[in-house]
């Protein structure tokens, strides 16, 4: 058995997961050997071809490394080095000269965006000196693009919750539930990254199950409820608190809107059955025992008022055929609902038209 095998077989018994990272590193080094002598067999050639002129044996040198990558930083210094140690001018008008450079190079750019990537293009290149120049530079550029990027993401979110709201609209929303419980179903809908597929039923919102049953907010606990195969999961930490800064505002104008379109729809019909009913009532459509059902169509009932229309019916209706007859049904009225009236409703206050 061959050294080299064993030595896998070694491996293999020891567990060892080295290998592959003891191979990288030495083909690293092998690679850095050889861009070193690559450099140096340029250099010379430069010096060869212009011995008496370092300005053009320098620019020679610099024209014939610029594509050679500089791979790791060993070897990016190493190469930085020699491009100081064989410049014909002096090593910090050099390094002068090179920052000045990349100065005017920044100046020339407009955004903060494009600055950056010009710096990190050139810092993966640069020498440690020169980087140090620049890295206050490269975080000032990178801390305003981030805050940019995060504001153009917060308006992107804004835009698509307003969309996912917006679908949720005509669903009716129970009135008698207060605003908060309904901005709590959709937050905790929105944090399950369900809402884009949310419902409501008997006016509260939720989703439909992989069982097909339809499950409140407040009642779910995890989506896979809803997925058995769940390809996306809950929204991360970072989105999580996004939400909580941006959904709240939105969701709860949602609701408000909602349940205010809602009970004004509510209102109208209740307006329109308190008028059915005080033109039936009035036209003898309910007779006495059911006056009940015609009161209890107004939010405000009036008794005195309602009482009289009543009679008004039974007159209209032939039902109340005599004074006597009237005067009866007068009297039952008032002592069936005498906890509705007033002393200033006493019998003898009312007039009877007929």
Known sequence: MNSDKLSKLQQIASGSTYAAENNYEAANKINTVKLKEKVNSIKATAQAMYPKNSNKAFE??????????????????????????????DRQTVKDNLIKRTEDELKLLQTPTEKEHFLRDKVSKWPNWLTNEFKDDLQSFSTRNADTNLNKAKLVYKDNLYSRLNKLLDRELDPDVGDTAHVDDLMKLEKMNLLDVADAFNGRFGVVSKNGQFVPAF????????????????????????????????????????????????????????????????SGGFEQDKWKEAFSMFAKPD????????????MNAGRAYSDEALVKKLWMAMNEYKDFLGEDNAPNTWTINY
Do not use: H
């Open 60 to 89: 020679t040198f610099v024209e014939q490394t610029k594509s050679i990558p500089l791979t790791n930083k060993e070897f990016k210094e190493w190469y930085w080095e020699q491009y100081l140690s064989f410049n014909p001018n």
């Open 219 to 282: 009642d779910l606990e995890d989506r896979s409820q809803v997925y058995s195969n769940d390809p996306y999961g809950t929204p991360s930490t970072n989105e999580q608190v996004m939400i909580d800064e941006l959904a709240p505002d939105f969701i709860s104008n949602f609701v408000k809107t909602n349940l205010t379109n809602n009970r004004n729809k509510i209102n109208l019909d209740n307006q329109a059955s308190e008028g059915f009913a005080s033109s039936v009532l009035e």
């Open 303 to 314: 008794y005195s008022t309602l009482i009289k229309k009543g009679l008004v019916g039974e």
